[in-house]
């Protein structure tokens, strides 16, 4: 193989290991910590660090060939791929960042050396274009975008988790020994005449880190954003991270794209994409809100918004990677610095994103926030970049940073919602309580978690998703009648326990301690309850397996999040925990409405496996005289077939487990969304 093509493929299979280590981990991380986009911009900040620390090691390690062959043995010892045991951590952050640590942190770190490691060997290598080894960080990323395609099209429905491990290992031992084979030999160029070269100056430092820290934090805002409206999974997650990549590879290749060019011809299609985002926003307002025309209307909007957004994520990202590409340096020396501050500054618009904003945007339940950090730190860096030519018009620069000041304000003020009467954000999101029409509604993000009338007379009466009429309605009325002790996984406004009768017991499982707080102080379900309730905190499955000597005569699964999947949730080993939990002719009432996802023949799948009896019915409408409901989707599962034939014998509900599918029920080895989509 030609020197130039074995350098490249390094690059290129370096990072595609990387990237889908990156996506395994964030699959292993859900069953613990959910799946909130906190989640990953968690582990975004981890690799950025490491990303780092492998940029440093770098610089060393250019002349130490025989030091990195000793380091590219260790990935070896972390494999398979798992988690560690929990750890008693202050805050479920901080146990993230220990479970990366210590489970991925060797196999990244290593990997993540590729780049700075292989560029230095080539400019000290025989290779005719050894001057400008830039284009290995264009493979490099072209091998990460490949992997953010590859991984969840291909890998993760195709390989279960211990399948994927053994791919990895044999792609890892052929990188290995691609590795070696680049590793400067005798001939090479002295390490002294390949790191000669001046130092950078201070503000080409300061530019680096900036017009690294800006596209990292756009990447960011707009997974949180895509997040809260679609679902926080990793299939999502790719979407942001893929367009940033490849920003990375035009502007990083031979023949890399220019900011005049990009703003010629991108401006017209941003106009496009804004007619996207509010035409079907005005029909869809217009039309009626249970309509077939609505939903439609509704399904064009969130294309349309899906499109806005990654579209403004791939314009900022290819005006700052340009700059940062034209600015780069020539010598060895000056090349790994150069390599340290993009990752610094990748670092720092993670936690901008991920520490900084939550910590102090808190009672600010607006994502309108992020994007307000983001335009700070592109701010900052347009004036590093262009002081020069600022410089004379620096009064008229102050006043259009005070307006956009004043109208990010504004629409921040709008995006917070004129009747939000409480909000927060935290690690597992953005929540809000709004008060409108006579009734209380928590979101998180701007998905619906429990409604509640502000009048007193009605306030014990469910609303949305769980009224009297809807499915869950119709299952409790048909086999609820002897139940005593109910058992619910997702707290929400805590709407379920107006079912609650007196001599019940139920005990309601809520990850986020601070819907528990949000649910005692701003509605009343739990106060008025004739039930005894008791809230746990944690993860839902986890605290079930430890609740020994728990016997439930129904478990309530409602623990999506601003409409993502708890994947963990669903397999089969997790309903064997379940029906562990539940008496002989117990029932699980599983609450399944999703835009995107139709979890109807995975649950039969599942029911199917296990010998179990499914039914489920879904509401497309409800009756105009039944205000505050919304149309649902539930599913019923017991091993009492004859209680779920009583439910089938009702209008709307139908046999799951008999009906012909090529679903295949999800484990916790083996689980993709891709089969599940609601096209």
Not at 51 to 70: F, I, K, N, Q, T
Not at 253 to 278: G, H, I, M, S
Not at 424 to 450: A, K, Q
Not at 564 to 571: E, K, R
Request: charge should be positive; charged fraction near 15%.
């Amino acid at each position: 193989m030609p020197q130039r093509l074995r350098f490249q493929a390094l690059a290129f299979l370096g990072s595609f290991l990387a990237f889908c280590l990156e996506l395994a981990a964030a699959k292993l991380l859900l069953p613990r910590f959910g799946g909130s986009a906190y989640v990953w911009t968690g582990a975004m900040m981890f690799f950025q660090a490491l990303l780092l620390a492998s940029y440093l090691y770098g610089r060393r390690a250019r002349l130490h060939p025989r030091a990195h062959a000793v380091a590219l043995v260790l990935p070896f010892f972390f494999l398979p791929l798992t988690l560690p045991a929990p750890l008693a951590a202050p805050g479920p952050f901080v146990e993230l960042l220990w479970s990366l640590v210590l489970s991925v942190g060797a196999p990244f770190f290593v990997l993540s050396t590729t780049v700075v490691v292989a560029q230095s060997w080539l400019m000290r290598s025989s290779c005719a274009e050894r001057a400008d080894g830039y284009f290995l960080y264009a493979a490099s990323n072209a091998g990460a975008a490949c992997a953010l395609l590859a991984y969840p099209f291909a890998i993760e429905p195709l390989f279960s988790l211990p399948a994927q491990g053994w791919l990895w290992r044999a792609l890892y031992a052929a990188y290995a020994l691609l590795c070696l084979s680049c590793a400067p030999g005798a001939d090479a160029s002295p390490a002294g005449t390949a790191a000669a070269g001046r130092s950078p100056s201070a503000r080409e430092r300061a530019l680096w880190l900036l017009l690294s820290a800006a596209p990292c934090a756009a990447l960011l805002a707009a997974t949180n954003l895509l997040s809260m409206d679609f679902a926080a999974v990793p299939l999502l997650w790719t979407a942001p991270l893929a367009t940033y990549l490849l920003t990375f590879v035009l502007n990083f290749k031979r023949e890399p794209w220019y900011p005049e060019k990009l703003n010629r011809t991108l401006l017209p299609v941003f106009a496009v994409f804004l007619a996207l985002f509010l035409i079907p926003a005005g029909l869809a307002f217009w039309s009626a809100r249970d309509s077939s025309l609505a939903q439609i209307l509704a399904r064009l909007l969130d294309l349309g918004r899906f499109g806005y957004v990654l579209f403004a994520l791939f314009a900022l990202s290819m005006i700052f990677h340009r700059s940062l590409a034209a600015g780069r340096p020539a010598s060895d020396r000056a090349m790994a610095e150069y390599y340290s501050w993009i990752a610094a500054g990748g670092l720092l618009g993670s936690v901008l994103i991920g520490l900084a904003v939550p910590y102090w945007g808190r009672r600010v339940g607006a994502v309108a926030l992020d994007w307000a950090a983001v335009g700070a730190v592109a701010v900052a860096a347009i004036l590093a970049r262009d002081w020069e030519q600022i410089r004379p018009y620096r009064k008229t620069a102050a006043g259009l940073a005070a307006l956009a000041v004043a109208v990010v304000a504004a629409v921040s003020s709008a995006a917070s919602h004129s009747g939000t009467v409480y909000s927060l954000r935290n690690f597992f999101g953005v929540y809000s309580v709004r008060d409108e029409g006579g009734v209380r509604t928590l979101f998180h993000g701007n998905t619906e978690h429990g409604v509640q009338s502000l009048d007193p007379a009605r306030q014990g009466e469910p609303l949305s998703y769980y009224g009297f009429a809807s499915p869950l309605g119709e299952a409790w009325g048909t086999l609820g009648a002897g139940w005593r002790s109910v058992g619910v996984v997702g707290l929400g406004a805590g709407s379920l326990a107006a079912y609650g009768r007196r001599g019940m017991t139920m005990d309601f499982y809520e990850l986020d301690p601070d819907v528990a707080d949000i649910a005692g102080r701003w509605f009343t379900y739990l106060r008025l309850s004739a039930a005894a309730v008791r809230v746990v905190t944690g993860d839902g499955r986890l605290s079930l397996e430890r609740a020994e000597g728990v016997a439930y005569d129904a478990l309530v699964l409602d623990a999506f999040s601003s409409g993502s999947i708890p994947i963990h949730m669903l397999t089969k080993e997790a309903f064997a925990s379940y029906l562990r939990r539940l008496e002989p002719g117990g029932v699980i009432l599983l609450h399944v409405s999703n835009r995107y996802l139709d979890l109807r023949p995975v649950l039969g799948a599942t029911a199917r496996d296990l010998g179990l009896a499914a039914a489920s019915k879904r509401e497309l409408s409800v009756g105009s005289g039944e205000e505050g409901r919304v149309p649902s989707v539930w599913v019923a599962v017991s091993r009492d077939a004859g209680a779920i034939a009583r439910l089938v014998g009702k209008k709307g509900w139908r046999d799951l487990a008999a009906e012909p599918s090529r679903a295949t029920a999800w484990t916790d080895r083996h689980a993709s969304l891709l089969p599940a989509l609601a096209l």
